[in-house]
């Protein structure tokens, strides 16, 4: 985990090259914005909304940072290899002051490094650079998992969209899926008309829209009720809950909701 002012990309410790940032000088570009995409379909009335809920457009986080160096040549060195580290296909970026929380995105533009004074002697620069994130949320490094196998059970979240992916497992005939807001109104529920058996599961991942069993076999044709389902905070009460439910029924052997908890 980075200092305060520290900064992690792909697992890695910029600190190890002298990297910190510089929280005053760094933060997003670009204000949150819905996504409001809408369509209209032959011979019927209306638009119809293209956009998931809790979608974002895209948004740029503009960071400056300084790095240190104990010779200009290690500064040169390390100069290069921030660049090298910045510049991969993809990159999972977590801030020190937002420990636990990673955001994705990738390099937009260059790397901008200004000297500091005296040129010299110097062991240390400015850099700049300015990350772009497709997706405008942040997301929990590790991870949740939720059991709701035997009972109702709360789907702890931020202050985002979470999309899981639940795993029923047999023995089990048409399970129904159905995820209720903090006060237990029903919002969404997933039907499969299915016999899992004892040995068989079914992966149905709520983002990619797939359903495959224990094989990989496509099972989208079981989805014979309800939708995909997306955890939304809104859902809940806060952060601290309580939280928006899962529940199953018939009971399986297993039901397991696994997601990232998001923040906006």
């Known amino acids: 985990m980075p200092n305060r002012n520290g900064i992690i990309v792909n697992g890695y410790d910029?600190?190890?090259?002298?990297?910190?940032?510089?929280?005053?000088?760094?933060?997003w570009r670009d204000s949150l914005t819905g996504v409001n995409r809408i369509t209209t379909l032959p011979e019927r009335a209306g638009a119809v909304a293209l956009a998931r809920p809790g979608e974002y457009e895209p948004r740029r986080i503009v960071v400056s940072v300084v790095q240190h160096?104990?010779?200009?040549?290690?500064?040169?060195?390390?100069?290069?290899?921030?660049?090298?580290?910045?510049?991969?296909?993809?990159?999972?970026?977590e801030f020190g002051d937002r420990a636990g929380r990673v955001f994705f995105?990738?390099?937009?533009?260059?790397?901008?490094?200004?000297?500091?004074?005296?040129?010299?002697?110097?062991?240390?620069?400015?850099?700049?650079?300015?990350?772009?994130?497709?997706?405008?949320?942040?997301?929990?490094?590790?991870?949740?998992?939720?059991?709701?196998?035997?009972?109702?059970?709360?789907?702890?979240?931020?202050?985002?969209?979470?999309?899981?992916?639940?795993?029923?497992?047999?023995?089990?005939?048409?399970?129904?899926?159905?995820y209720r807001d903090a006060r237990g109104t029903s919002i969404q529920t997933l039907g499969l008309t299915a016999t899992i058996a004892a040995d068989q599961w079914r992966d149905i991942d709520c983002e990619l829209h797939t359903i495959v069993d224990q094989a990989g076999a496509n099972k989208i044709s079981e989805l014979t009720s309800g939708d995909f389902i997306a955890i939304d905070?809104?859902?809940?009460?806060g952060e601290s809950g309580p939280y928006a439910t899962l529940e199953v029924s018939p009971t399986p052997q297993l039901a397991q909701a696994s997601y990232r908890r998001a923040w906006i």
């Not at 931020?158 to 999309?163: D, E, H, K, P, R």
């Open 105 to 178: 995105a990738i390099l937009d533009g260059g790397v901008s490094i200004n000297g500091i004074p005296p040129a010299l002697i110097q062991k240390a620069h400015r850099a700049r650079f300015t990350l772009l994130c497709q997706d405008a949320q942040g997301y929990e490094r590790d991870g949740t998992v939720v059991d709701f196998t035997a009972a109702k059970v709360e789907c702890p979240q931020g202050t985002g969209v979470s999309v899981p992916l639940i795993r029923i497992a047999g023995p089990v005939t048409n399970p129904v899926v159905t």
């Open 233 to 237: 905070a809104h859902d809940s009460a």
């Open 69 to 93: 160096a104990s010779t200009l040549e290690q500064l040169k060195t390390w100069a290069d290899e921030l660049k090298a580290r910045l510049s991969e296909a993809v990159l999972e970026v």
């Open 14 to 27: 910029l600190g190890q090259i002298g990297v910190t940032t510089e929280s005053d000088l760094s933060g």
